[in-house]
């Protein structure tokens, strides 16, 4: 039983919250603001933000691309751990809740480092490939819709440089993934990636129980 994962009980989680979080004032506002929302479930929590940030830093990232931004909290992260000039690549299809996080970055004082593209992800992805940015960005996060992450973890692969890492949302699904008799499309699309990606040369891995489950994949 030690060596496997703690399970976060309410204390720990507010322990953690109140011990080792830190965001500035927009970030909060904007999860406050996003609360409000019947879709607010779909948000990363604010210590996976923080871990991203942390990330983003760590690899002196100065170029990121990120799949579905909802109401921006994400983007905001990894926007604030770029450096001046640095550039933050976001896909989504949603005006309404992408509008949120655009007021919010402004006020964060990043929006000039975040490029959104409103349109379905995949002919995004393909475009920055046929403008000739393969190999050119240092991080991306895929957070959007589960029947297309094998799709964009294939754009990804070839958008990051060797070294450049990837950041896949939602792998655990609540612990569906585990429970074969759930044969729901977006539980297998995910189980299914989780398997290729275990097996996958191409890439070093590890899969972290950290909200709903994120694996990155570190290219080789
Ligand atoms: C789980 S939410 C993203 C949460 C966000 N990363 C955050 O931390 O707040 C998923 C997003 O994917 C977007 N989405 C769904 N299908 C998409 C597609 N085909 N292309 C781009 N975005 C898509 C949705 O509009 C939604 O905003």
Redesign the pocket.
Known sequence: MSSRTLNVTDRIYDYLTTHALRENDAQKRLRME?AKLPMAR???SPEQ?QFMSLLVRLMGAKKTL?????????SLCIALALPEGGKHVA????EE?TSIGRRFWQEAGVASKIDLHLA???PTLDALLANGEAGTFDFA?I???KL?YDAYYECALKLVRPGGLIAI??VLWGGSVADLSDQDADTRAIRELNDKIHQDPRVEMSLLPIGDGVTLALKR
């Open positions: 996003t779909m948000q990363i933000g990120e799949v579905g931004v909802f109401t921006g909290y994400s896909c989504d299809v949603s809740w379905p992800a995949l996060f957070d959007a819709d297309g949302d939602n």
